[in-house]
């Protein structure tokens, strides 16, 4: 398949799916990071991830319009407002469902997945009635139009760059969060044991809704960042639901540095295949090789050694 | 004092005779022939539904991929159909005749290899059910064999019926593309799109359905259900006991694999098409959603669950369109979190016990003091 191309043509090929590639990871890594903390961590099966990230997508629309008809000399800056506006508004919709639905179900993993599959199609049906069923798409301030030209062939486009950078700074700050405060600290004391935690005097209830409102606020957060490089429709979400599960799955499921380094390897596989195959074909044998990988080992790349 | 085979007991014949009264008298009575077709193409879904109280309910493997099983029975049977329907003096029209009218769109000049055994009716039937089966047991094998289950499995699952679908949908020349094989006509040449045919179709369907019921019950029954009632509750303890417990994981998905591709095929003969939107995620969880409102331990309740449903979501959905997926979600939720068992749990709580009671005022015999203490302990072991 590599034959009509010569040898500086295939480095471009490359270079450019491989941009594309990276832009296709910041997505996957923003969605799958809340994955990974609400599934990886609690072992809460969310179906309704993609929906929370559509939350945030929609979020970002609204703010768009607000900044154009109200305020439109802050218009360059809208879209810092709408980000946080969009981590807020999923948080607090995750938060107040992990109070109304999953607290009832920690102890049945595969009724919450039942459960938040349900969920997924209420909140799918409520953005119908609300928004429409027609794509929405932001408009994007001048500085984010255009691309930056690399050599004569290879040019990236600033949005890509911008969402390359903000998934930079989010999972830095995850990490943070994480591996370095107090909260995070608190977080994996519930994981590693939840009952020695309770023991210390750690509040395990506050802290699985405030995981849980964590996760839901980053994927909130990507959906704002989906907004720049794609339209956002009720029914979007589910169409991500189940990369980003196996991207977690196969990244080790309790392993953040798991979770990076299998979105990065799929999202790359998948852009350098759809050069030369179909789309369809591309999607196909990335996702059947991570099958075929995950059967072979099913622990994923990444273990953490967890005590249950 | 007992007539019915070893494996059945007084109750589980009752509710046989019930269903079999429903299927085979009431519904083909009381609907009209339209009404009646939609209702066995909910049958249809029933099988799956059944195969999935075996897998899930007892096995305890939750798979998100039974339209996958579904689907592979359908196209087959819908391949057979299809190469029925593109005969030589059918097609003489395209540019290559003799092949299904979609390879022909695509500029396919001859059938492709797997096309080749569905031109005879009988390799047909055996490979409906002998490819869904060997996907399983590869699956299974692959799978449990390593201890992947739960939450594992029905995501890789549910990935696996992704798959298939963006394949399917690929692939247009090989499979028909996102309208599926389609203008399915005779079966070995009668027409299946007659009145009278589709009656006939939905007994064959009732029939093949209770027959599967029964199946499911006998595994049930037998030695091989308790073991799987116990490794759903205890895997390790029954590992420990020295059984391979991914043997009998492998089994029950099997098993719940060919009950799906019979159903698959008889959708196909009943609805006359076969699609990519039956074997994705979402008509694979809405399968789950029906095995769970009949009762997850149910194979009775699995059959009311899939009716009941469907009825819902036609009805639903004929009258208020945005109002279906509110429900259908409200349903989900409102399953897991208050009714754990579905009908079936509700019939064995609320209404089992009032017409035990009603039964035992009128039966009550004072001369039989025996009587008491039988029912006390038939209680005491249930």
Redesign the interface.
Known sequence: MFGEYSLGDLGSIFAMQGFAGLILFSVYLLMALGLAIIFGQM?V?NMAHGEFMILGAYVTWLTSVFFTEHLPSLFPIYFFVAMALAFCASGALGMLVEWA?IK??YK????T???T??????????Y??VFGPREVGVTLPDWMMGSLPVTDVVEVQINGLFVMGLTLLITVAVFFMIFRSRFGQQIRAVVLNRQMAGAVGIDTEKVDRLTFGLGCGIAGVAGSAFTMIGSTGPTAG?LYI?DT??IV?FGGAASLFGTIASAFSISQTQSTLEFFL?G??A??IT??T??GI???R?QGLFTLKVRR | MKTAPSYMDRKDLLALAVVAALLLVVFPLALDGFRLNLVGKYLTYAFVAVGLVMCWGYGGILSLGQGLFFGLGGYGMAMYLKLEASSVENTKIQSTPGIPDFMDWNQLTSLPWFWEPFHYFIPTLFLIVLVPVAFALLIGSAMFKRRVSGVYFAIITQALAAIATILIIGQQGYTGGVNGITDLRTLMGWDIRTDSAKFVLYFVNAVLLIGVVCCAMFVRDSKLGRILVAMREKEDRVRFSGYSVANFQIFVFCLGAAFAAIGGAMFTLQVGFMSPSLVGIVPSIEMVIFCAVGGRLSIFGAIYGTLLVNYAKTSLSESFPELWLLGLGGLFIAVVLFFPNGLAGIWRDYVQPSIDRVFKLRSKDPTDPGHDVAKAAAAAAE
């Open positions: 072992g099966i639905l009832r179900l049945r993993p595969l009724d997945l039942l459960a599959w349900g969920l997924s199609l209420i909140l799918q049906q409520v119908r009635s589910q189940v599960f196996l799955v179909s369809s074909m999607k196909v996702l059947l991570v099958v995950l059967m072979l099913p």
